[in-house]
């Protein structure tokens, strides 16, 4: 016999192929119950994650299969949390509490900057504004597609992240007025004048790769990340990642190089146009990837707190 | 390794003009989470992939992340290969192809060996008499050191269509409740229920790579039970929201599936360290009976026995059932 918040849950939910049963299913295996969760509210959290990931049209089947991978009792914990339920802080609490500072450390290196930067997190998972009188927790924006490990860890990242991204603004601009170099006169022509067939060529060439091949080139040549890191990121063989970069920008060089040709320039001049273009790699790349974001300097700079 | 293009680095590391609010667009903590974590559906993953490459401070977050996440020896693994392709000789191309050759003649030669041992071992099963008119009958003792693979007759008998024992079999009688089902190991070919001879499970407890899995077992009171040290020690396993009498086991690799009474089946695909229930349904009829054998030959290819000697097959991996 069905009670009657099951009764609610089934007909007012949007998503075909919900069913109480399936609801009572996912709310046992969550553990939620313990936490201080009721059935109606972790229903309602399933629901609206369902409703985010899933086509309208989805059938049961794949609501089924969808619910079922969903990280279930870190997605109770995380909610109950929210809640402000005392008895899912104090597990959040055992552990996690010691976990943040670690996962902090390991991203900002430093003692002081991980310490902060966990004090933060903590602050915006038990919900320091309110909205409506209620306070807001950052933990009601997990979704349980992965685990609750790794999006703690991933939103520390993202504070970093920000927090060295404005820091950069600051340094940068602190420098260039310290040069005085926001009011010099502006600087002839540089060796690598814009040369539109250049840019043409590599656009065309780049339009061609698909988005795995770009974040490979990007993963390796700009943010400086070792084969194995890109193996680990890409699900796939260190030596496949070697393969596929030899081949790709060899191909690039190629493509480029073709399309050079196509816009006029002879075999040899479409060479040199590259052999320069590389050579003054050499001068230019070290300034632009320092500015761009050099992953050594990345984790070496400390995070210090904006003026004011 | 071939430099680059100083016209290629600058267009890639430019951000897309056209996306005004391209800082607005970037990932949710929960997509790159769930990225690093292979968790993501392929359409979901082309998308992600498709911003990342462009976007230098979500690839930051994606390393912040991934280190710690990822397999804990991921990069050992891969170490040995990367010191051989830096050695000339050993990373010209030749060398690789006739390592690959090698290989596969070594491992196809294992698995014609394989082969025959287990042909060998259901030739002697289908012999053994007078198993048809033994009675199903509950181990008393379970059995915990798993390294005699001797199966129940009884369940050699249950699986013969014309046996008159399993014809007569009541799944609601606790005396013709199936006895204890085999440990379970990681044979290409027969899930444990289905074994009528000894087995020795060591040298088949292990895949082609020297990686050894866990090993399965069910106590004769239907509890699961997992031993991560070749059968010395047993850990008892609880799946979460299960209050079923579970009769049937079987394991591919990290994949285990575990069925019981009422047509209850579970399945891990990470050893038993979380669990999704699996409704096969075909045509509108859902599996209500008992699942009293599991067999699956691969990943994908598996096939359920329910007391009723029903017989539902998958070739998907549980996502689809057809029932015969």
Known sequence: MKNSSETRLETAAPVHGWSAGLSRELYIKSGAEALGLGLEAFAGIILGIVAKFLPAESNANSVEKFCCELRLQDLALAHACAAGHERAW???????????????????????????????????????????????????????????????????????????????????????????QQFASPQPESQISADSR??????????????????????????????????????????????????????????????????????????????????????????????????????????????? | MTLLPESVRRRLAAEPAEAANFSALHSSADMLSAFAEDRLSPQERARLMEHLSMCADCRQVVWHVLPELGAPDATAQLAPVRWAFRSPWLGSPAFRWSAIAACLIVAGGIALFQRDVLQH?????????????????????????????????????????????????????????PPRAQPAVNMPLHANAFMGSKVTASSLNADLSGKIFPRWTLTSDGLLQRSLDAGKSWQPIVIPGNSSTLHAIAAQGTHVWVGGAAGVLYHSSDAGKDWSQVKPSDGGKTLADDVIGIEFSSVQMGKLITGRQETWTTADGGNTWQKK
């Open chain 1, 198 to 308: 250049m840019e043409i060529a590599t656009d065309e060439a780049l339009a061609g790769l698909s988005p795995d091949d770009r974040f490979l080139l990007a993963a390796y040549y700009l943010d400086q990340r070792t084969l194995a890191e890109i193996a680990l990121a890409l699900q796939l063989h260190e030596s496949t990642i070697s393969r596929k970069l030899h081949k790709l920008t060899k191909t690039l060089r190629k493509q480029v190089l073709a399309g050079l040709k196509k816009s006029g320039m002879s075999r040899r001049q479409a060479e040199e146009a590259l052999q320069v273009d590389v050579r003054d790699l050499k001068v230019d790349l070290r300034k632009r990837l320092t500015q761009e974001g050099d992953a050594a300097a990345f984790h070496k700079q400390k995070v210090q707190e904006p003026a004011g």
């Open chain 2, 121 to 177: 071992h259901q030739i002697a099963a289908d012999q053994r008499p007078a198993v048809l008119e033994r009675p199903m009958q509950r181990e008393s003792a379970p059995k915990t050191d798993s390294s005699d693979g001797t199966a129940p007759a009884a369940v050699a008998a249950m699986l013969e269509p014309s046996s008159p024992v399993s014809a007569k079999h009541n799944p609601a009688a606790s005396t013709n409740i």
């Open chain 1, 90 to 180: 104090e597990a959040f609490m055992v552990r996690y509490r010691s976990k943040l500072y670690d996962m902090a450390s390991a991203i900002a290196r430093e003692s002081s900057a991980a310490r902060e930067l966990a004090d933060g997190l903590y602050a915006e998972l038990y919900g320091t504004s309110l909205k409506n009188e209620k306070r807001i927790s950052k933990l009601s924006s997990y979704n349980g597609r992965g685990s609750l490990d790794g999006w703690l860890r991933t939103v520390l990242a993202q504070e970093f992240v920000n927090r060295y991204r404005k820091q950069r603004r600051l340094v940068s601009l602190e420098e260039e007025t310290e040069a005085g």
